[in-house]
């Protein structure tokens, strides 16, 4: 079955209106005593709505096509039917119209219970999904949203909300926390022009804490702020391949080519070099895989690749990390994506989790972040630097900021189909004080 909201026609899947998502698998649309999936307000086909909403669009509606036979005929739920939220409502995937014909079988008889693990794994995959057209659709550019009469006026509000004695920090946070990084560059030109002042330098003397951070992330231009990233993983002892990784395997090549021209701008080093010289085996080859201009170029047949995948790990005692780095860090995004909407479909496991498992350390996360769809991924770390014990301020303050206007707002969708919250209130909860006020203003923003 297709995923919802995702696009027909990745080789290697079956059409749309097959029934079932995995073989042996439950039908989609919940476990039995699960709920439905589905963001609020977004009805689910065949289905009640979410939060015990009606379905709109006037209820479920005929498929395209002809009715299409269930996968090895009708079986019994796991268990018995369970509640679903809102109350009872058919099944997605039951047995109806087919979109394009009959889809293949995969399995006779009476669908099975898969393991928990493979249930917590599907679940991932259904919701990563879910968000697939929102991340594919254009993201909000990193480009200018205001006239120069409008810089020079929010750089006359930031003078104004600085000079003299104290500081008026909402001024700051209403004038260029809802502004873009090309927005900002406009904002501190006019500043220059106008004062004869560094506006970085004002905030950095008349702020301080976390605030003082995000208002100098949000004034820098992405490549500036990712090449320090780089320059913050490889210098000194030690490597931080965490962060390398979470740059270099989630950047488009013309992202890094700019940021390797501003790492030689701001440190006269090459980007490269250092890399190469702090790294070493299978991880640099990737990183170098990231870094090189042909980065991308790879295209194939995704059936045959997620069968090469699967020989090269799970399908086999021990991994041919070769075949993993040169399927997934030389081919372009939409193949990788591709790939891994695939594998999940054939096999029940996300491609990611596959990859932790079969290698694991650097070389596994660094192969993860390239293979998990960048929404997906940073929707995972906000999460990560918020949940438990305390908050992790400097990532969450490194995720918000570098990827506003990048895969923020897509991550807010995943983000809120998953935990069934908002980034907006997770933060909000989270934080306090003119910190707070800043995140808030950026992520209310994007929309998340």
């Known amino acids: 079955m297709q995923y919802p909201g995702q696009p027909m026609g990745y080789p290697g899947q079956p059409m749309m209106g097959q029934p079932g998502m995995y073989p042996g698998g439950p039908m989609m649309g919940g476990y039995p005593g699960q709920p439905m999936q589905g963001y609020p307000g977004q009805p689910m086909m065949g289905g009640p709505g979410p939060y015990g909403q009606p379905m709109q669009y006037g209820g479920p509606g005929p498929m395209m096509g002809g009715p299409g036979p ?12 369970g509640p679903m939220m809102g109350g009872p409502g058919p099944m997605m995937g039951g047995p109806g119209p087919m979109m394009g014909g009959p889809g293949p079988q995969m399995h006779a008889g ?3 219970a898969p393991p928990p693990q493979q249930v917590q794994q599907v679940q991932h995959t259904q919701a990563a999904a879910q968000t697939t057209t929102a991340a594919h659709e254009p993201e909000a550019k990193i480009a200018t949203t205001i006239s120069e009469a409008e810089a020079k006026a929010d750089a006359e509000k930031c003078r104004n909300a600085m000079k003299g004695l104290g500081t008026n920090e909402k001024l700051l946070i209403d004038t260029i926390g809802c502004r873009t990084s090309a927005d900002m560059q406009l904002i501190k030109k006019a500043f220059s022009a106008l004062y004869q002042r560094d506006l970085v330098k004002d905030i950095t003397s008349e702020c301080s804490g976390k605030f003082r951070d995000v208002l100098i992330a949000i004034c820098q231009e992405p ?6 990233l780089v320059r913050q993983a490889v210098k000194g002892l030690g490597t931080d391949e965490e962060l390398l990784s979470e740059v270099l395997c989630t950047r488009t090549p013309t992202e890094l080519k700019a940021a390797a021209e ?6 006269q080093r090459n980007m490269e070099g250092d890399i190469k010289g702090d790294t070493s085996g299978d991880l640099a080859k990737v990183y170098m895989a990231c870094l090189s201009p042909n980065r991308g170029t790879r295209t194939g047949d995704v059936a045959a690749d997620v069968e090469a995948l699967y020989k ?3 399908g086999k005692i021990g991994t041919d990390e070769a075949a993993f780095i040169n399927i997934i860090a030389n081919s372009t995004r939409a193949h990788v994506e591709a790939i891994f909407w695939a594998y999940a479909q054939k096999y029940g496991k996300s491609l990611d989790t596959v990859i932790r498992n079969e290698m694991g350390g ?3 996360k660094a192969l993860a972040n390239l293979a998990l769809p960048p929404h997906v991924l940073f929707a995972e770390k906000i999460l990560k630097s918020m949940k438990g014990m305390g908050t992790n301020d400097t990532d969450l303050i490194r995720l918000i900021t570098t990827q506003r206007g990048r895969h923020l707002k897509a991550a807010g ?9 908002t980034i907006s209130a997770w933060v909000g909860d989270e934080t306090s004080g003119d910190y707070k006020a800043i995140l808030l203003k950026i ?6």
């Open 70 to 81: 269930m996968m090895g005929g009708p079986g019994p739920m796991m268990g018995g039917p």
């Open 110 to 112: 009476v669908a099975s």
């Open 223 to 228: 490549a500036e702020l990712d090449a320090k």
């Open 362 to 364: 650097d070389l596994g």
């Open 413 to 421: 969708k995943y983000f809120l189909e998953v935990n069934r919250k």
């Open 262 to 267: 501003s790492y030689t701008r701001q440190f």
């Open 443 to 448: 992520c209310q923003t994007e929309g998340v």
């Open 312 to 314: 090269a790990g799970a």
